[in-house]
């Protein structure tokens, strides 16, 4: 892992839905959340934007949250963008987020379980916390 990559993946299931959460975790999370939402991001805050795609079309609009390093989940700055759940719009901005990777920004798709692992890496959680939120994803009853 690349102290410099940054990383997104849905984070709800990939069906269709009234909202999806796609996260994005690393050294460009700001910039591509400025690009995507042609706003300054307050962390902590969720501002309602509109998404642009590579040139600059409005796809949809939605949440827009900020959480700047050390003070996230992967102790790595953090976007986070509330987007309506239809696929496409899932599709287009995650499509929208991978085109604007270039080398001086990479950016990719996440690797399961690497969220976390960024977290455990950075000390933001214990090798047992990591475990235990791959469990609590993987359980199938109240009781699990």
Same mark, same amino acid.
Do not use: W
């Given at each position: 892992?690349?102290?410099?990559?940054?990383?997104?993946?849905? +984070?709800? *299931?990939?069906?269709? =839905?009234?909202?999806?959460?796609?996260?994005?975790?690393?050294?460009?999370?700001? !910039?591509?959340? @400025?690009?995507?939402?042609?706003?300054?991001?307050?962390?902590? $805050?969720?501002?309602?934007?509109?998404?642009?795609? +590579? %040139?600059?079309? +409005?796809? !949809?609009?939605? @949440? #827009?949250?900020?959480?700047? =390093? *050390? $003070?996230?989940?992967?102790? %790595? /700055?953090?976007?986070?963008?509330?987007?309506?759940?239809?696929?496409? +719009?899932? /599709?287009?901005?995650?499509?929208?987020?991978?085109?604007?990777?270039?080398?001086?920004?990479?950016? &990719?798709? $996440?690797? *399961?379980? %690497?969220?976390?692992? &960024?977290?455990? @890496?950075?000390?933001?959680?214990?090798?047992? %916390? #990591?475990?235990?939120?791959? /469990?609590?994803?993987?359980?199938?009853? #109240?009781?699990?």
């Amino acid at each position: 892992m690349s102290k410099f990559e940054t990383i997104l993946a849905p +984070v709800t *299931p990939c069906i269709n =839905s009234p909202v999806a959460i796609v996260r994005v975790s690393g050294p460009f999370s700001y !910039d591509l959340a @400025l690009k995507i939402c042609g706003l300054n991001l307050v962390p902590r $805050a969720a501002t309602y934007c509109s998404f642009k795609n +590579v %040139e600059s079309k +409005v796809f !949809d609009s939605g @949440l #827009a949250i900020f959480f700047k =390093s *050390p $003070a996230s989940f992967t102790g %790595e /700055d953090i976007v986070e963008f509330h987007c309506h759940g239809g696929l496409g +719009v899932l /599709d287009i901005l995650i499509q929208t987020c991978l085109k604007l990777n270039n080398i001086n920004n990479p950016i &990719r798709l $996440a690797l *399961p379980g %690497e969220f976390s692992k &960024r977290a455990f @890496l950075n000390n933001k959680i214990s090798l047992l %916390e #990591a475990e235990s939120i791959a /469990d609590t994803i993987n359980s199938s009853s #109240a009781q699990e």
